[in-house]
Nanobody, 124 residues
Framework: QVQLIESGGGMVQAGGSLRLSCVVS????????MGWLRQAPGKEREFVAT???????YYRDSVKGRFTISRDNAKNTVFLQMDSLKPEDTAVYYC??????????????????YGQGTQVTVSS
C-alpha cells in the first residue's frame, strides 16, 4: 500500500519560511515524478511544483524564485522549501507521486498517489 505523509505545515507571518516534507512508503520514488499541489479555501486544487526523476524542476509562475522542490531518494522523501511566503500562499498543501511530471502539472489523477495534506497559513 502506497502512503504519502506530509509534515512541516504551520502558521507563519508574511515574509517567513516553512519547509514541507513528504515521506513515501510502499513505493520507491527514485523513478517517479514527485510534486506538490495546494488548495485554498473556496478554490480549486492547483499545481505548485514538480521534480522529475532526473532532478529537473518546474514551478507555477507565482512561486518561482520563492519555492524550491527537492528530493532525497535514499530517504524516499520530497521537500518543498517555501521562502518569502505571502498570505495568498495560504492553503492545504498535498504531496503527490506520479509517473510523469506533465501529469502532475496538468493535475491528472492517472496513476497518481496523494497525501492527506498539511495546512499552511500565512498571516499579513
Amino acid at each position: 500500500q502506497v502512503q504519502l505523509i506530509e509534515s512541516g505545515g504551520g502558521m507563519v507571518q508574511a515574509g517567513g519560511s516553512l519547509r514541507l516534507s513528504c515521506v513515501v512508503s510502499g513505493r520507491t520514488i527514485s523513478s517517479s515524478a514527485m510534486g506538490w499541489l495546494r488548495q485554498a479555501p473556496g478554490k480549486e486544487r492547483e499545481f505548485v511544483a514538480t521534480i522529475n526523476s532526473d532532478g529537473s524542476t518546474y514551478y507555477r509562475d507565482s512561486v518561482k524564485g520563492r519555492f524550491t522542490i527537492s528530493r532525497d531518494n535514499a530517504k524516499n522523501t520530497v521537500f518543498l522549501q517555501m521562502d518569502s511566503l505571502k498570505p495568498e500562499d495560504t492553503a492545504v498543501y498535498y504531496c503527490t507521486a506520479s509517473e510523469s511530471r506533465l501529469w502532475i502539472q496538468r493535475m491528472s489523477t492517472r496513476n497518481a498517489y496523494y497525501g492527506q495534506g498539511t495546512q499552511v497559513t500565512v498571516s499579513s
